[in-house]
């Protein structure tokens, strides 16, 4: 309920932003004239289509006004690519999965850096409220190592991985309820900002570390999907209900 309830209005909120950037960074006078452009060459298909040069042309012209318009839009959704970025990524944290249940099982697997000594195997210790079902499992060419876990209670920790003289940790949670899932922790700058929910590796043997979480789904109207759907029409539907009060043209 919390999950389903946050994301309307977080969805709204972001239609509203959209709106906002819209109408900073258009040319809204030329986009409006642009618009009255379409309409007049898509009727004057329709009156004179039993004219083929006068069909010819017209149609040229559409397809010069829908360049133009294009050209319009380029602009706005430019400013408005990053920061839907990064928040389409904090909330895939929040909506796209789901802690892990109790009681049923689930994979932590290792990414190893190139070069490393078979020495510095890894090895993992989990916190209060889990136990480790399987031995280790080795994927040799990929540099892999993964463990099969299960979570006995709802739980919200750190597990230890141990490789080569070098530890680091890794979030992990069962149970229910709404946060931030980070499914995994890697060293590189451009991983970290695709898994932002805890700091980056230090840069030593160990190249990732990831939870198998389980993809989650949000409900509305009787209907269960992945929650970015949802996203798009409730942030779409505000944008377009609000856009008169924005003085806005799409």
């Known amino acids: 309920m919390l999950a389903s309830a946050s994301l309307v209005l977080v969805s709204i909120a972001a239609?509203?932003?959209?709106?906002?950037?819209?109408?900073?960074?258009?040319?809204?006078?030329?986009?409006?004239?642009?618009?009255?452009?379409?309409?007049?060459?898509?009727?004057?298909?329709?009156?004179?289509?039993?004219?083929?040069?006068?069909?010819?042309?017209?149609?040229?012209?559409?397809?010069?006004?829908?360049?133009?318009?294009?050209?319009?839009?380029?602009?706005?959704?430019?400013?408005?690519?990053?920061?839907?970025?990064l928040l389409l990524i904090v909330m895939d944290g929040f909506y796209g999965y789901r802690p892990l249940p109790p009681g049923e099982s689930a994979v932590v697997t290792v990414q190893m850096r190139g070069g490393t000594e078979p020495a510095a195997s890894p090895r993992i210790e989990v916190p209060d409220g889990f136990i480790v079902e399987t031995p280790a499992a080795r994927v040799i060419p990929d540099r892999q190592v993964s463990w099969r876990i299960r979570p006995e209670r709802p739980a919200s920790a750190q597990l230890q991985v141990l490789a080569g003289g070098e530890e680091a940790a890794k979030s992990i949670a069962s149970g229910d309820g709404l946060g931030y899932l980070n499914g995994r922790r890697a060293g590189s700058a451009l991983a970290w900002l695709l898994?932002?929910?805890?700091?980056?590796?230090s840069g030593g043997a160990i190249e990732w570390i990831e939870v198998e979480y389980p993809p989650a789904e949000i409900s509305y109207f009787g209907l269960k999907t992945h929650w970015l759907v949802w996203f798009i029409l409730f942030s779409m539907a505000a944008a377009f209900l609000l856009k008169g009060r924005f003085g806005v043209t799409i």
């Open 195 to 201: 898994h932002p929910g805890e700091p980056p590796l």
């Open 15 to 85: 239609g509203i932003a959209l709106l906002w950037i819209f109408s900073k960074t258009s040319d809204q006078a030329r986009i409006r004239t642009t618009k009255k452009r379409l309409q007049a060459r898509l009727l004057e298909l329709r009156l004179y289509a039993d004219d083929p040069r006068v069909v010819l042309r017209a149609q040229r012209a559409l397809f010069t006004e829908n360049l133009r318009y294009f050209a319009l839009m380029l602009r706005p959704a430019v400013f408005a690519t990053l920061p839907m970025i």
